[in-house]
């Protein structure tokens, strides 16, 4: 019985900051690569970011550096730090984990949160 869920997402206006949590259970958490992508209506799912199992590799979509992903598997959680958030950046999240090494493929993860809903306003 594999969770994860994810939670912080909300309303906030352009240029704001928010903070994703994914709490994981079921799993060997510090085992897995964890990932964060979105999907927006009528569009595809698209990578975000992901981090490796111990932490120390982090790998992003684009280089403008506004969202930080980091990991405490004392705590089995992963976060994505979000800033200067514009419209858009409006999409579900998703959290999913993935034994073993990163991939930017949703495909290739073995186990999905139920998304949070992030809405940047105009």
């Known amino acids: 019985q594999v969770q994860l869920v994810e939670s912080g997402g909300g309303l906030v206006q352009t240029g704001g900051s928010l903070r994703l949590s994914c709490a994981a259970s079921g799993l060997t958490f510090r085992l897995y690569s964890m990932g964060w992508f979105r999907q927006a209506p009528g569009k595809e799912r698209e990578f975000v970011a992901a981090?490796?199992?111990?932490?120390?590799?982090p790998y992003y979509a684009d280089s403008k550096g506004r969202f930080t992903i980091s990991r405490d598997n004392a705590k089995n959680t992963v976060y994505l730090q979000m800033i200067s958030l514009n419209p858009e950046d409006t999409a579900v999240y998703y959290c999913a984990a993935k034994e073993f090494y990163y991939s930017r493929s949703s495909g290739a993860y073995e186990y999905w949160g139920q998304g949070t809903q992030v809405t940047v306003s105009s």
């Open positions: 981090i490796s199992q111990s932490g120390g590799t």
